[in-house]
T-cell receptor, first 111, second 112 residues
Framework: EADIYQTPRYLVIGTGKKITLECSQT?????MYWYQQDPGMELHLIHY???????EKGDLSSESTVSRIRTEHFPLTLESARPSHTSQYLC??????????FGSGTRLTVV | GNSVTQMEGPVTLSEEAFLTINCTYT??????LFWYVQYPGEGLQLLLK?????DKGSNKGFEATYRKETTSFHLEKGSVQVSDSAVYFC???????????FGAGTRLTVKP
């Protein structure tokens, strides 16, 4: 039973389109994260948030932006999608016990 | 900074074979250690964890022991099944901020 939800699961869009990937969690976690996963499987942190109105860039430079207006919601936006943005995007949240809970991911293809 | 080094894959085994995936870490203080599993088309799921030295995490027949003296957290399973085919990630986390560090992942394929 998933407590963190990502939509859509799959998305194919044209170059130049604006898109928003949704991530919501029902656990009341303050810390949330976005990872980009390359075909080689490695995870790259692109954004994180420690709570409402808190957002930071991660280790990997990304052209995406995030917002955190509500605790449960952490959407990621690409203003103008490019083929180089094609990837799997994983959202996670962190509660007590230091572990992360991950969503099922959004597989984005930009054509 | 904190980091995790994980055995490179891919690993291919026959059903019922013994599995070891090596993981070593570099960290200050006393991190918690984790193994996550990612099945095809899914996000990562927590497989097991250990929060202090000599702790053994276990789940679904998988085990890993937190070895501070060798800074290791190797994943083992005595008899793998086809359904264990997935990508396995070793990770560590301390108390501060976003500092969950993941290894590069090891793809396991189990053949019947």
């Amino acid at each position: 039973e998933a407590d963190i939800y990502q939509t859509p699961r799959y998305l194919v869009i044209g170059t130049g389109k604006k898109i928003t990937l949704e991530c919501s969690q029902t656990m009341g976690h303050d810390k949330m994260y976005w990872y980009q996963q390359d075909p080689g499987m490695e995870l790259h942190l692109i954004h994180y948030s420690y709570g409402v109105n808190s957002t930071e860039k991660g280790d990997l430079s990304s052209e995406s932006t995030v917002s955190r207006i509500r605790t449960e919601h952490f959407p990621l936006t690409l203003e103008s999608a490019r083929p180089s943005h094609t990837s799997q995007y994983l959202c996670a949240s962190r509660g007590s016990g230091r572990g992360y809970t991950f969503g099922s991911g959004t597989r984005l293809t930009v054509v | 900074g904190n980091s995790v080094t994980q055995m490179e894959g891919p690993v291919t085994l026959s059903e019922e074979a013994f599995l070891t995936i090596n993981c070593t870490y570099t960290a200050t203080g006393y991190p918690s250690l984790f193994w996550y599993v990612q099945y095809p088309g899914e996000g990562l799921q927590l497989l097991l964890k250990a929060t202090k030295a000599d702790d053994k995490g276990s789940n679904k027949g998988f085990e890993a022991t937190y070895r501070k003296e060798t800074t290791s957290f190797h994943l083992e399973k005595g008899s793998v099944q086809v359904s264990d085919s997935a990508v396995y990630f070793c990770a560590l986390s301390d108390l501060e901020g976003y500092d969950m560090r993941f290894g590069a992942g090891t793809r396991l394929t189990v053949k019947p």
